[in-house]
């Protein structure tokens, strides 16, 4: 159980000045805090133009621990009096307060599949949570009968309690189809649009890649329903026969990180490559992402940056490109925000993800739709970033991955 007496502001501080440590195609070059991948230009056809390791300003940075001792956490939500939802995956959603002190889990979630990469994962709030106190999870369900042995990513939503004790009325409004045999790539990101539909992304479940290439399933897609679970009349496969209508984008692997443009309002998304070629996109309505047909990532095995992409092409006619994309090595990115504070004014407008195995928290500036620049910070925390969210207060709020993780809060010096 996490642990309820940790301050705010504890003993152990860490004020760190970074540029970081890229990943990238080409050389790395010494400048100032840390070491900076001067990176190469974007994939032919791709969005971004050529990457700058120049990622002015520096910012001094003041990283504390908000709390401690949460058992496999995997996402944070920021409630209207400023405490957190936290999904963990062992299957407990608890309330952490500022001051660092968790709830009980909350009674009425689910029940979930916590093997391998499954259990409790994503969590939402209603956009009108103000009045119906809406709570949205995604979470591996096992399956039963003919499924017996499967599972799949589920999504439910229900009425949390005003004493924040419990979960009421719980429906399940979306199953990914079909359930397979696997204890991985579930995706489970959720994001509410301004029209007030609900964004789901599914990984293909591993074992099942070739299947983000069929419409007639949801594996390995990002699905757009209304929050009652139906089809939206405008999503882009609605009236093709044979077509799943809560389609909204298909060739996705494995979606752990999602975000609305702050300014334009489109879907951004990040997704694992297999080894090296982890991607960001701009993930539009019926378009086609690529995978396992194209790719910018190599076989497990293969040797590092010498071999040839999953699919044989990093491109082709009708499939989107990414925004920018991550080789020869995998930094396994899981969250997503774009910053739209004012505790950090020259960040403005950027876009951060976490990375598991990259350890870090990477910063992307933003030209419009291109990413000009990159950099990666707090890598000498040491720990695998698993979702990171914008705070009421602008500061940027972390939780790491593993049995005993913890909570961070990072704002200027």
């Not at 520096?58 to 209207?80: D, E, N, Q, Y």
């Amino acid at each position: 159980m996490p642990t309820s007496n940790h301050p705010a502001n504890p003993p152990r501080r860490q004020t760190l000045r970074w540029l970081g440590a890229g990943l990238g195609s080409t050389a790395l070059a010494a400048c100032g805090g840390g070491a900076v991948l001067v990176l190469g230009e974007s994939p032919a056809g791709a969005a971004s133009g050529p990457l700058s390791a120049d990622t002015q300003p520096r910012v001094k940075l003041t990283v504390s621990i908000v709390a401690s001792g949460l058992s496999r956490p995997w996402a944070l939500v920021f409630l209207p009096d400023g405490r957190m939802l936290v999904t963990e995956r062992t299957g407990a959603l608890r309330i952490v307060s500022m001051d660092g002190k968790a709830s009980a889990p909350i009674r009425g979630v689910p029940a979930v599949d916590a093997r391998g990469q499954g259990g409790l994962l994503d969590v939402a709030l209603d956009p009108a949570f103000a009045s119906n106190r809406r709570v949205y999870l995604s979470y591996a369900e096992a399956g039963s009968g003919a499924d017996a042995g499967r599972n799949g990513t589920a999504v439910a939503r229900g009425v949390l309690s005003a004493d924040g004790a419990s979960l009421t009325d719980v429906q399940v409004i979306f199953r990914q189809t079909p359930k397979i045999d696997s204890t991985a790539h579930f995706g489970s990101r959720l994001v509410f649009a301004p029209d007030g539909t609900l964004f789901v992304t599914l990984g293909d479940r591993y074992s099942q890649r070739d299947a983000a290439q069929d419409l007639s399933n949801t594996l390995g897609k990002v699905v757009r329903i209304r929050s009652d679970g139906s089809v939206p009349p405008d999503n882009p496969f609605v009236g093709r026969a044979g077509v799943r209508e809560e389609i909204w984008s298909y060739g996705h692997r494995n979606v752990q990180g999602a975000a609305l443009h702050p300014v334009t309002g489109e879907l951004w998304t990040h997704e694992h490559g297999p080894q090296g070629g982890d991607e960001v996109n701009i993930t539009r309505a019926g378009r086609n992402y690529g995978w396992p047909k194209i790719s910018y990532g190599c076989e497990y095995g293969a040797p590092v940056g010498n071999c040839p992409p999953v699919g044989g092409a990093t491109s082709a006619p009708g499939m989107e490109q990414p925004v920018t994309y991550w080789v020869p090595t995998s930094i396994a990115p899981c969250g997503m925000a774009f910053y739209t504070g004012s505790l950090f004014p020259s960040w403005r407008g950027n876009l951060f993800v976490g990375a598991l195995a990259g350890q870090a928290l990477w910063r992307l500036q933003l030209d419009g739709d291109r990413v000009v620049a990159r950099e990666a910070l707090l890598a000498d925390l040491g720990e695998r970033i698993r979702d990171v969210r914008e705070g009421p207060d602008g500061a940027l709020y972390l939780i790491s991955d593993g049995a005993s993780a913890k909570m961070y809060r990072v704002q200027p010096v």
